[in-house]
């Protein structure tokens, strides 16, 4: 029973790697929970000092430009791989998600979907965050699901019949956003954006 125990509480203290800490995984800091189960949640851990979602520490606030205003976005990546798509994106400082919506503009009756993209990878000291998503081909738009599959076909469809918009979000806010492929100034129009349009 002794070694079941410790073997329980073990499980609960550690993940692979090493010891728990708030913030180290996307979301923590958010969460509700005392994920590191030192007493303490969310932002008032000091382990989330620096989250964006916490809002910066005084004693960071100069070193950091005004994160909440200054662009984000700073690499944008999609290919096709088969008939999917695969996205990466890159950004100056942490976000606290991001999203993409995909529009095709060659149809009368255009379909539009919206994906959720996962924290891939962030720098501990809060400089980059990466996002991304692998979208795998469905053939009906009834089995799309958000962040992980798509109606659109790579292998047929690109630059010239869809646009793409990436949008970044800090504090519960959008903070920053790109806008590209045809007729990519719709979403500007359409929502009154000011997204920065890539060629």
Not at 56 to 68: F, H, M, S
Not at 101 to 120: G, K, M
Not at 122 to 134: L, S
Not at 147 to 164: I, K, M, N, P, V
Request: proline fraction near 4%.
């Amino acid at each position: 029973m002794r070694g079941g125990s410790l073997l329980v509480v073990l499980c609960a203290c550690r993940l692979p790697g090493g010891p728990m800490v708030e913030g180290d995984r996307v979301g923590d800091c958010t969460d509700g929970v005392d994920n590191d189960r030192d007493g303490v949640i969310d932002c008032g851990d000091p382990d989330c000092q620096g989250n964006v979602a916490c809002g910066l520490p005084e004693d960071t606030a100069n070193q950091w430009p005004d994160i909440i205003t200054s662009p984000f976005v700073t690499s944008v990546f999609w290919e096709c791989a088969g008939s999917a798509y695969r996205y990466d994106f890159m950004t100056a400082g942490w976000a606290d998600d991001m999203d993409l919506t995909v529009r095709e503009t060659s149809s009368t009756t255009p379909w539009e979907e919206f994906h959720a993209l996962v924290n891939l990878e962030f720098a501990e000291d809060g400089t980059w965050d990466r996002w991304g998503a692998d979208l795998g081909h469905v053939s009906s738009q009834a089995a799309v699901v958000s962040g992980e599959t798509t109606f659109f076909d790579c292998a047929t469809q690109g630059a010239t019949e869809l646009a793409w918009m990436v949008r970044v979000h800090a504090q519960s806010a959008m903070v920053d956003c790109a806008v590209w492929g045809h007729e990519a100034t719709y979403f500007n129009d359409h929502n009154g954006y000011e997204c920065a349009v890539l060629e």
